[in-house]
């Protein structure tokens, strides 16, 4: 089944490999692996795992290890703390199923999270006065969201992020583990520092937004974008006005603009004009690539 809305009010099972070092067999294992709001399951036969959300460590997708390397072309990990003793995971990637992994349990541990923030320390390379102030943290697939203790609400967009760094930072008079996020709004370089109350959560939360970052970035190496489309998103980027992108790139010609719009569209740059005109994170963060070579 495919995965509709959170995790909360569903649930995905599929059948699938895996390997454990919990399980007493230390083979890779045939079965089921189960997901829903607060546990990840897995059976094979008479051998049953269960995690819950709130003992995982982190989450990984990528190549496996070494001794697994024969059984498993690619994984999902999971490093996970029961009782304080740490143990692995590593289920067969099935692609059907990588929005669960990649996405939807970072959601389901990290949304509501409390934390620090200094939004705004710096602007354009200068420090700021920006006072550090309580938040609950959420991410949806397209941005970072933070709801301030007076009710306002700032994001980040995913597609609008320039660089991240994760360390220690003296925040609300404490040095705590933080993540620092550059990122671009009207075209200015901000710099904002999160520190969330949890380690645990903090280290899911910079392990998601530096997966996130790294397959923006790396669409875009291998996307074979002409100069034509990268002037399209980044003229619509700085004007937001697409007459005026179309008049600049095209002279007006209204054909051959819809032509360069769909090929960005193909490459995933632009959003499905039926819906509505604009661009994808993987645009915008093309878009600040080349404003950002540009100033260099």
């Not at 995690?51 to 190549?63: E, K, Q, S």
């Not at 550090?132 to 709801?147: E, G, L, M, N």
């Not at 360390?167 to 200015?188: C, E, N, P, W």
């Amino acid at each position: 089944m495919g995965v509709v809305g959170d995790l909360t009010d569903s649930v995905t099972s599929f059948q699938t490999r895996f390997y454990s070092d919990t399980i007493r067999r230390s083979d890779v294992q045939n079965g089921v692996c189960e997901v829903d709001g607060d546990t990840i399951s897995l059976r094979a036969g008479s051998q049953a795992l269960d995690i819950p959300l709130d003992a995982v460590v982190d989450l990984t997708f990528g190549t496996p290890p070494e001794k697994l390397s024969d059984e498993f072309a690619q994984v999902f990990g999971i490093k996970f703390t029961p009782g304080g003793t740490p143990h692995v995971c590593f289920i067969e990637h099935d692609s059907e199923y990588a929005d669960v992994f990649e996405y939807h349990l970072f959601a389901e541990m990290i949304n509501g999270a409390d934390g620090r923030v200094e939004l705004g320390a710096q602007k354009g390379g200068q420090q700021t006065d920006a006072d550090t102030k309580r938040v609950t943290v959420s991410i949806d697939p397209t941005r970072v969201v933070f709801q301030m203790d007076d009710t306002s609400t700032n994001a980040i967009a995913l597609g609008e992020i320039v660089n991240i760094q994760s360390g220690k930072r003296t925040i609300g008079g404490a040095k705590r583990d933080a993540i620092k996020l550059d990122y671009m709004d009207s075209q200015v370089r901000i710099t904002s520092y999160l520190s969330l109350a949890e380690t645990r959560l903090q280290h899911l939360f910079n392990r998601y937004l530096r997966t996130e970052y790294a397959e923006l970035k790396s669409e875009i190496e291998t996307t074979d974008v002409s100069e034509a489309e990268t002037q399209l998103v980044v003229g619509y980027y700085s004007t937001q006005d697409i007459t005026q992108t179309m008049h600049a790139l095209t002279d007006g010609n209204t054909s051959e603009f819809e032509s360069i719009y769909e090929q960005a569209m193909e490459h995933g740059l632009v959003s499905d004009p039926d819906d509505s005109v604009g661009l994808t994170q993987k645009g915008k963060m093309l878009a600040n690539t080349e404003l950002e070579m540009v100033n260099e």
